[in-house]
């Protein structure tokens, strides 16, 4: 089944590419520009989603549309109206793509709209369900729910399947936003006035939940034509949101605890009434309607997910500075390196030929940022070994010819293509594969996915495997930390002198 993810390089599309990427799906994101790390799907090109382009190419072999793209905010012409640009792209952009989704033959849309439409704030204990009268206030409200009504035309009168989601407020690693704006000065040490505000509940959901059950909709029978709200299903006061982050980032919680009445004045009287609102009122969803029709339930909770959001941030703001000239100093070795080798690699491809006619080994990794790519080796053991952990692998499969590539490390050799590439450093946490969830979790939690992984470093030069995930994502953690230019040429230069087995087969 063929995927198209519109505004696949935005906070919540990029997401979604991402989780697609490690399912069955076959995935294409739409995009109006191809971002810097390409991931490892096809992308199409929409201009504009603004006028009545034509589609037909980018719509080409689609079966389901997730439209995430839309216009958020309204920064650059401040003599426009609001809503006649909203209207553009959330309305007439989304019809016109659900049209011709309808003349191409695709079978479902899936349209990300907004809690806005229903409205801005609920009655404490008395969430939004499906059933509420919509009430959207803000101009981006108004264009989500008009696009809604010609999505539901548009299913009445077609064979298009038409599914409209309603997220509450959408939150994760790299978000923007005032989520992004509480983290900063919560880690600054700021006492933000809103620590009293304890008596309010907002429903959020985490980029994770939500894409997972986008995932959901896509081809469950009973999602059809259907509109859901969602959120984690943990509802959470401003005061307690405050303490999850600073448990996140690791700090103390300096709010200060002002009642909510004296914000409130206090805001209405700067003209500010609307952010008050925000951060005292309560906006609450109920998802009983996904978990009853669809079977569906929030695998992360709110306060998991705040605190993964927020060690993400403090991870990037601590990510290493000190090896400014790392990527310049790669790009040199690994050219060098390529030309000094060929040889070698030349006469490995030509035995491995006949050693086992398919000299080269290529195989999908987790990069930097989670994003995949394929890593390039030499082969060392038989074609149809299972695609599993060095670790893991039995010894039995390792060929003739690959022993001596991996007693000499020769069949990392290939992998200098990689670090050209800017996939790799030469000096870098090694890759590991999706299917590895239990290192995957605890290099995240590590912040170890804020680099590029590479050829060798600490882990691999004091024994440390994959077998063991945690102690292996805190020495990746060490290293990083303490990497500078003479720690990079000693991992590099202690390799290539034959030290280290952290990757070895058992």
Known sequence: MNILVTGANGFVGESIVKRLLTTEYQTIASVRKLPKLQQDCEYRLINNLEDNSNLTSVLRDIDVIIHSAARVHMMDDKSADPLTEFRKVNVEGTLNLARQAVESGVKRFIFISSIKVNGEATELGRPYTEGSKPNPIDPYGVSK??????????ADTTALEVVIIRPSLVYGENVK???HSLMKWNYKGIPLPIGGIKQNLRSLVSVD???????????????????????????????????????????KNKAVNIPAKFINTAASAIGKSGVAQRLSGSL?????????????????????????????????????KSMVFQRPLDIVFSATGLVAASPLLIGATAIGYLDTGSPLFIQERVGKDQKPFK????????????????????NSSITKLGRVLRKTKLDELPQLINVLKGEMSLVGPRPN??????????REEMGV??????????????????????????????????????????YILSTALGKGSGDAVK
């Open 284 to 320: 609450q969803v109920d998802i009983s309607k996904a978990k009853t029709l669809l079977g569906w339930h929030p695998k992360y909770s709110t306060s998991e997910s705040i605190q993964k959001t927020a060690r993400s941030y403090k991870s990037n703001l601590m990510a290493p």
């Open 375 to 394: 890593l390039i080796k030499f082969r060392t053991m038989k074609v149809d070994t299972a695609s599993v952990a060095s670790h893991l692998a039995d």
């Open 449 to 490: 996915y804020n680099v590029l992984p590479g050829i060798t470093g600490l882990a691999q030069l004091s024994g440390i495997d994959m077998s063991t995930p945690e102690r292996l994502a805190k020495k990746d953690k060490e290293m990083i930390d303490t990497l500078n230019l003479k720690s990079y040429f000693s």
């Open 177 to 179: 936003g005032n989520f």
């Open 145 to 154: 729910y008009e696009a809604e009504q010609g999505l539901v035309k548009i």
């Open 209 to 251: 939940n939500l894409v997972d059950f986008i995932v959901t909709c896509i081809e469950h029978k009973d999602a059809k034509n259907e509109v859901f709200l969602i959120s984690d299903d943990d509802d959470i006061s401003t005061a307690a949101l405050l303490e999850e982050i600073s448990k996140g980032l690791g700090v």
């Open 433 to 442: 594969l999706f299917n590895q969830k239990d290192l995957i979790e605890a």
